[in-house]
């Protein structure tokens, strides 16, 4: 697998990071401005790896899984999109919430406030801000799940997740309720910790990349229902109850 790998420690460390992103946009001019950035957010030790994502993100995460992540001692598992910066003390921010919210099998550093930010987590389906200590996490609540572009799991959560079910094509709509459902189902809480956001970074999309994008969203959008029924994470009954009403009120079929 191809890598590029940083260790930082900055601070007497209690706890480690094993750091992925999966991505094909290595080439793009966006690109290493925000990896630089990324790696300067890690005051922990950080073993950071940039995949290759030309297969799609399950594939690389699932390669990741196999060849760094079962062979790491790390003590959290991060999942970071590309176009996703940590905003500093983000590190020591989610490990004192794992140790004050041991319930947490995975967490979310929070988006923000902006109604933008507020869609991406789908806010409206999230506890009030809780706080025990120096952390606050806003919790999912039963049938939400996070969004995927960044995810922190303890790791023998993200050991129990497993790897994903492959669609055939780069592009699904699914996997992070997917792995939000697997955390769940062997009896972990879903999160945003609240207190260390991170700023989403715009990348100059290609046409002939949003193209594929488009169609791949779409033919994703066709089964990902199935995808979860066939693979033991069906919609909670609360989603189907709510699926159903919005049809019957003429909403569509949204996820």
Avoid at 120 to 133: H, I, K, Q, V, Y
Avoid at 188 to 203: D, S
Avoid at 219 to 234: F, I
Wanted: glycine share 10%; charged share 25%; proline share 6%.
């Amino acid at each position: 697998m191809e890598a590029s790998r940083a260790w930082f420690c900055a601070v007497k460390p209690d706890a480690s990071f094993l750091v992925v992103i999966p991505t094909i946009r290595q080439d793009w001019r966006e690109f290493e401005p925000t990896m630089a950035r990324i790696r300067a957010s890690f005051t922990l030790p950080t073993d950071l790896h940039i995949l290759d994502g030309s297969s799609g993100k399950p594939a690389a995460l699932n390669r990741a899984h196999e060849e760094l992540l079962l062979p790491s001692q790390a003590t959290y598992y991060v999942t970071l999109d590309d176009d996703i910066v940590p905003l500093p003390g983000w590190q020591e921010g989610m490990h004192a919430a794992m140790l004050e919210f041991p319930e947490l099998g995975a967490a979310s550093l929070y988006y923000g406030e902006s109604d933008e930010h507020q869609r991406l987590m789908g806010a409206e389906r999230l506890s009030a801000p809780e706080t025990r200590g120096q952390s606050t996490v806003r919790f999912c609540r039963p049938g939400h799940h996070l969004a995927g572009g960044n995810i922190t799991f303890r790791r023998e959560m993200a050991l129990k997740v497993g790897p994903m079910p492959l669609q055939g094509h780069r592009y699904v709509l699914w996997e992070d309720a997917w792995r939000g459902r697997r955390v769940v189902a062997a009896g972990g809480k879903l999160g945003y910790v609240l207190g260390h956001g991170v700023e989403m970074v715009e990348f100059v999309e290609p046409e002939e990349y949003r193209k594929e994008k488009i169609e791949g969203i779409a033919l994703s959008r066709q089964n990902q229902r199935e995808m979860l029924d066939s693979t033991g994470v069906k919609d909670p009954l609360l989603i189907r109850i709510r699926r159903r009403v919005a049809k019957l009120r003429g909403r569509g079929d949204g996820f």
